[in-house]
């Protein structure tokens, strides 16, 4: 049964609605975001911290009973990874170069970024922008059709390439990840030896 978009919208109201568990799920949610708008201005830092606490312990309620559900999806990551790292895809590759393509635009305007951070991130992009060029100009050259998969997994230099870039790219991200950890543990401790002193 084929449904348009409308009937979609239609079943997953009536669904939402059907039953006293789902309007009390709705109900509960709302209540969550109401207090959390409200604590824009209080800034009480208990409920942070709360709401927190309760969505780790749902996450543990939710693995610990549809474990098997759990188990299968991390399977099905861990296999998507691993099945795009040996099979690297030219399509997510274009992906990659756009969005590197924003975090140097980001960089480029941010005023927030630390200029070593700043430096990173260009040295990141640039790289990714000059192997994307390269793997463009590489499949033109030899008269490579981009769409055609079969014959691009054949290439070894332009796989080479993808798989490169794929690199330096979850090397920025893992770089970046530390970075704004540590951003954060040190205002954190920044903001409580400043309360201390005072």
């Known amino acids: 049964m084929e449904l348009d978009t409308i009937d979609k919208l239609k079943i997953t109201f009536q669904t939402l609605f059907s039953s006293f568990l789902s309007i009390e799920l ?37 693995i610990i009973m549809f474990n098997s559900y759990a188990l299968t999806c991390v399977d099905s990551f861990i296999m998507k990874v691993m099945d795009y790292y040996y099979f690297p895809s030219t399509v997510v590759f274009f992906f990659i170069f756009m969005f590197m393509g924003g975090v140097f635009l980001f960089s480029l305007f941010s005023k927030k970024l630390k200029n070593s951070k700043k430096i990173f991130n260009y040295i990141c992009s640039f790289l990714v922008f000059l192997f994307f060029i390269i793997f463009i100009s590489f499949a ?19 796989i080479s390439i993808v798989h490169t870039s794929n690199l330096i790219v979850l090397f920025w991200f893992v770089v970046t990840m530390f970075y704004q950890l540590y951003q954060f543990f040190k205002k954190k401790f920044d903001n409580e030896k400043e309360k201390v002193e005072s």
């Open 26 to 62: 709705i109900l509960f949610f709302l209540l969550l975001l109401i207090l959390l708008i409200i604590n824009f201005k209080r800034k009480n830092k208990f409920i942070p911290i709360i709401l927190s606490a309760v969505f780790i312990i749902l996450i543990i309620i939710f």
């Open 140 to 158: 033109n050259l030899h008269e490579i059709d981009l769409a055609d998969k079969e014959m691009l997994y054949k290439n070894d230099p332009i």
